[in-house]
């Protein structure tokens, strides 16, 4: 398993399905279906993931030398 950050690549609004989905090993389309899914289901869904985007880092790009 992976570190669990924000990835710079696949994301789509603030790349927390991208993040989870790499972290647990699955596709990020399977993650984001899950939580189109558990948005039919009563919860805060949407207030944790805002509060994942807030909380969890953007992975770190490669920095190039000039």
């Keep these: 398993m992976s570190a669990l950050v924000r990835p710079r690549d696949g994301r789509w609004i603030g790349g927390v399905c991208a ?6 090993g699955i596709s990020a389309n399977t993650m984001r279906a ?3 899914v558990s948005c039919l289901l009563p919860g805060p869904q949407f207030l944790i993931y805002i509060a994942l985007w807030v909380v969890l880092p953007n992975e770190k790009s490669a920095s190039t030398a000039w």
């Design 19 to 24: 993040g989870l989905a790499r972290r647990f």
């Design 34 to 36: 899950i939580f189109a």
